[in-house]
């Protein structure tokens, strides 16, 4: 969630609260100590700008994009990356006399300048002996998999569309 924040010294609008609340309890929190990095699939982006409006007013503008995380192991060759995950179909290995012609005649090494250190993590190797135990890194890719959504707060009501207006973007009340 970016942009839903007000600056310190000013009281957010109750609006504001209201909808930061509701974008945050929409999705279950995750706890970065204790969730696996490899259950993570999936990210949602909230980002709120806002826009010049008629009358001088601010338009409070929404954006959401939904990503897919995907990881890959770093430092490997193509070949061995492809045979190394879950797919579909093995690699029909009947015309190399060995593995290593495989691995080495297609000379698909990653460069090193194909990934950013920031993209990389480090994550628990897997192993079939709970007693072994390291880390391997990971890079880590966000392919934008939509929709994009431009939302505008327009109305807020208590229920479900019959209680009380709390907030109308077109219709201001004074207190009297």
Do not use: W
Request: aromatic fraction near 6%; hydrophobic fraction near 35%.
């Amino acid at each position: 969630m970016n942009g839903f924040t007000s600056p310190k010294d000013t009281k957010p609008p109750p609006e504001l609260s209201l909808l930061t609340s509701t974008f945050q309890h929409m999705i279950p929190p995750i706890s970065a100590q204790t969730t696996s990095v490899s259950s993570i699939r999936r990210v949602l982006l909230f980002n709120r700008t806002q826009i010049p409006g008629p009358n001088g007013q601010s338009i409070d503008i929404i954006d959401l994009h939904h990503f897919s995380i995907s990881t890959k192991p770093v430092g490997l060759p193509r070949v061995v990356r492809k045979t190394a995950t879950t797919a579909p179909a093995l690699p029909n290995l009947g015309k190399f006399e060995d593995v290593a012609d495989f691995v080495l005649n297609r000379m698909d090494y990653d460069s090193t300048s194909e990934i950013d250190e920031d993209e990389k993590v480090e994550i628990p190797a897997p192993s079939s002996k709970p007693e072994i135990s390291g880390t391997q890194q990971q890079a880590i890719r966000l392919c934008e998999i939509g929709p994009r959504l431009r939302l505008e707060l327009v109305k807020i009501e208590e229920g479900m569309c019959d209680g009380k207006v709390l907030y109308h973007r077109y219709v201001i009340k004074t207190k009297v």
